[in-house]
């Protein structure tokens, strides 16, 4: 009873208490960027996050850093790393990420985000997440 209890709360704290402070960066890789917008108020930066060892696979995540509020810096998209993996600004407010894997079709995590409003995170843990849930106004996931 009691171990069912502590599963039931690891679930309920995983699912909605999120926040992307959680991503281990004992081991972060630089990835590409910095990359900044036409205006240069904001500055994307990708980063790998390696898990599971020799076997495992890479996480990737995308930092935006507002230049003209105090350096402000929030994470807006959050993935397993495909092969295919870049980012460009399609106007001052909008990062297009590209995430794909070009020989798996159903491997495209590839998405257009308007910063400040829209956010991305795979398996959906920032979308259920009432602590970020002021953070933004749209949260993608993965269907």
């Known amino acids: 009873m009691a171990g069912g209890v502590l599963i039931f709360s690891i679930y309920l704290y995983e699912s909605y208490f999120f926040t992307f402070s959680e991503i281990d960066r004992a081991f972060v890789q630089p990835g590409p960027g910095p990359v900044t917008s036409p205006t240069e108020e904001y500055t994307a930066n990708a980063y790998y996050e390696p ?53 798996y079709p159903n491997s495209n995590r590839s998405i257009e985000l308007e910063i400040g409003k829209e956010i991305y995170h795979e398996n959906g843990l920032a979308c259920k997440s009432l602590l970020m849930k002021d953070e933004y106004e749209t949260c993608f996931q993965n269907e």
């Not at 495992?56 to 507002?66: F, H, K, L, Q, S």
């Not at 003209?68 to 001052?92: C, G, L, P, R």
Request: charged share 25%; hydrophobic share 30%; net charge negative.
């Open 51 to 103: 898990y599971g060892g020799a076997a495992g696979g890479v996480n990737v995540w995308v930092e935006i850093t507002d230049n003209h509020e105090k350096n402000k810096v929030q994470t807006i998209y959050y993935s397993d790393a495909k092969s295919d993996f870049s980012m460009k600004w399609m106007d001052e407010n909008t990062l297009y990420i590209q995430n794909n894997e070009p020989d």
